[in-house]
T-cell receptor
C-alpha cells in the first residue's frame, strides 16, 4: 500500500498563475483533508471531504477550491496564486469520524509563489 | 480556537523525560497527538477520548483532564528518535473540526 500520495513534491509559481495539487489514498478511507503548514502556525485546515461527493470549508479556505473526484482522490486548486499562499500543503485521510480516528498524511507539496 | 502548547521548544539529553502540555479554552471531546520530523509528514501518536479511552502508541503515554481542558504527553527515557515537533489537535463539541496547536519542538542530544 502506498498510503497517501501527493503530486507534485515541489512547485514554484508566479503571482496570478493557477495550479492543482493532487492527492490520492489507497486505504479505502471515506474522509480526506487539505492542510497548509506555515512556520510557527501549525497545521491549518483548508477544506475537507467527509465522504465522496461532499466538501466543506475549513479554517482558511479563501483562495482555494477543491474537488473530490472519487473515493480515492481529492484535489486542491489555486486559481490565482498569491505570495501569501507560499506554504507546505499536506493531504490527509481517515475513516469517518475525525474526532476519534487517526489521520494519515501524505508527504506534502512545497509551494513557493513569487 | 487554536489550542496552546507549552513549552514551545525543549532540549533534552538522551534518557531524560519530557512533558508537553496542550490547553484549550473550550470543552473537549478528544485530544490527538502527532509527531513530525523535519521535512516529513506528521505521524499519528495517540488519541485520548472523553471518558478515558486511549488509542495509540504503546511507548508514549498521555493524560486528558476533561475538567481543565488540558492534555499532557509524557516521553520517558527519551531516545534520539523522539526528536521532532509534537502537535496536539483538539476536537470540541458541536459542528467541530480538528484544530492543531502551533507545536512543541523537541531536540534530543546524545
Amino acid at each position: 500500500n502506498a498510503g497517501v500520495t501527493q503530486t507534485p513534491k515541489f512547485q514554484v509559481l508566479k503571482t496570478g498563475q493557477s495550479m492543482t495539487l493532487q492527492c490520492a489514498q489507497d486505504m479505502n478511507h471515506n474522509s480526506m483533508y487539505w492542510y497548509r503548514q506555515d512556520p510557527g502556525m501549525g497545521l491549518r485546515l483548508i477544506y475537507y471531504s467527509a465522504s465522496e461527493g461532499t466538501t466543506d470549508k475549513g479554517e482558511v479556505p479563501n483562495g482555494y477550491n477543491v474537488s473530490r473526484l472519487n473515493k480515492r482522490e481529492f484535489s486542491l486548486r489555486l486559481e490565482s496564486a498569491a505570495p501569501s499562499q507560499t506554504s507546505v500543503y499536506f493531504c490527509a485521510s481517515s475513516f469517518p469520524g475525525q474526532e476519534n480516528n487517526e489521520q494519515f498524511f501524505g508527504p506534502g507539496t512545497r509551494l513557493t509563489v513569487l | 480556537q487554536q489550542p496552546v502548547q507549552s513549552p514551545q521548544a525543549v532540549i533534552l539529553r538522551e534518557g531524560e523525560d519530557a512533558v508537553i502540555n496542550c490547553s484549550s479554552s473550550k470543552a473537549l471531546y478528544s485530544v490527538h497527538w502527532y509527531r513530525q520530523k523535519h521535512g516529513e509528514a506528521p505521524v499519528f501518536l495517540m488519541i485520548l477520548l472523553k471518558g478515558g479511552e486511549q488509542k495509540g502508541h504503546d511507548k508514549i503515554s498521555a493524560s486528558f483532564n476533561e475538567k481543565k481542558q488540558q492534555s499532557s504527553l509524557y516521553l520517558t527515557a527519551s531516545q534520539l528518535s523522539y526528536s521532532g515537533t509534537y502537535f496536539c489537535g483538539t476536537w470540541g463539541f458541536g459542528n467541530e473540526k480538528l484544530t492543531f496547536g502551533t507545536g512543541t519542538r523537541l531536540t534530543i542530544i546524545p
